[in-house]
C-alpha cells in the first residue's frame, strides 16, 4: 500500500509537519458525552450510543473522535464556520456555525438535501471559498488566514477534487487529462498509475466522447488523485449517473480512500451511500443535525438505491 507522501510547504512562512501514517483502528471505540441537539448514532448492530461527539461539535472544544484510524489529531479543524451570501439587500444564510474535525484515512459522508450547505462547507475545506466567520485548520495550518496565493498551493499540493460534471478536456486523452496534473505536481503518480487505480487500463488513450459517464468521471477521479492528496474531497461524484455506473464510481473511490488512505469526503442527497462511510455527518439548514457512525460499512457493490 502506498502511504500519502509527505507534506510539502504552500506558505513560505510556515513548515507543515509530516503525516502520520492512517492505520486502520476499529470503529467500535466507546463515545464521548454527546453535546446538546446533536444525536451521534452507531450502526451496524451498536444501536444507538450512550453518547459521543464523534468529532463533531455544537460549540465548544473538541475533543478527538475516538474512531479515528490512527488515533492521532485531526487533518482538519473548523470551528464556527459561518457563510453569509449577499445579493443585494438579501442574506442568505449558507452556514451557520459549523463544528467539523476530519481525521486521516477517514471516510465521511456529508449528507443533506439540496441547499443545506453541504457544497459550500466542502469548498471552504478545499480552499475555493472562504468563511465569513470562523476558521478552518488543515494540521497546524489556518487555512482563514492565508491569502489567495497560499491557497492556491494548498490546493495544487493536498487535495483532490472530483465534482459532479466531469470537467474533462475534449480535445485530450485520458491519460492526457490526468497528465495535465501529473506535470504540476511535487510528487505524482504516473498517469498510468492514476488510470490502473481507477480502473481505466484498457481506456487509457480513448478521448472523453468515446467514455462512458461513469468512465469520464473515473477519469475525473484519477486525475485528482494523480497528486497523491493526503485529502479527495468530492461533491455528488454519482449526480449524473444512474444506479450501475455510480455504484463502479463509488468502488473507484473507496479503493482511491483505502490504497492511498486520504482522508475522504463525499457529499451526497442519498441516504444509501452514507452506508459505506465510517461516518456519516448530517447536514441541514446551514448546521450540523446529526453524526452517524457505520460500525459495519456496506460495499458499495452491494447498495441498492
Partial sequence: MRMPRALTPF??????????????????????????????????????????????HTGGDSGRWPGARNGGEAVFRARGLTKVYRMGNVEVHALRGVDLDLFPGEFVVLLGPSGSGKS?????????DVPTAGSVRFQDHDLTAED?????????DHVGFVFQFYNLIPSLTAR???????????????????LRLAGLSDRMDHFPSQLSGGEQQRVAIA?????????????????ALDVKTGIVVLEAVERVNRELGATTVVITHNVTIAQMADRVVTIFDGRISGVKINDKKIPPRELQW
Fill in 11 to 56: 506558505s513560505r512562512r510556515k513548515q507543515f509537519p509530516p503525516p502520520t501514517e492512517p492505520k486502520r483502528a476499529s470503529l467500535s471505540a466507546d463515545l464521548a458525552t454527546n453535546t446538546p441537539n446533536q444525536a451521534t448514532e452507531r450502526t451496524g448492530g451498536g444501536g444507538r450510543a450512550s453518547g459521543g461527539d464523534a468529532g463533531c
Fill in 120 to 128: 459550500t462547507l466542502l469548498n471552504i475545506l478545499g480552499g475555493l
Fill in 148 to 156: 489567495d496565493r497560499a491557497l492556491t498551493r494548498y490546493r495544487r
Fill in 176 to 194: 492526457e487529462n490526468v497528465a495535465l496534473v501529473t506535470e504540476i505536481a511535487r510528487d505524482p503518480m504516473t498517469p498510468e498509475e492514476a
Fill in 223 to 239: 486525475r485528482a488523485i494523480a497528486k497523491r492528496p493526503q485529502v479527495l474531497l468530492c461533491d455528488e461524484p454519482t449526480g
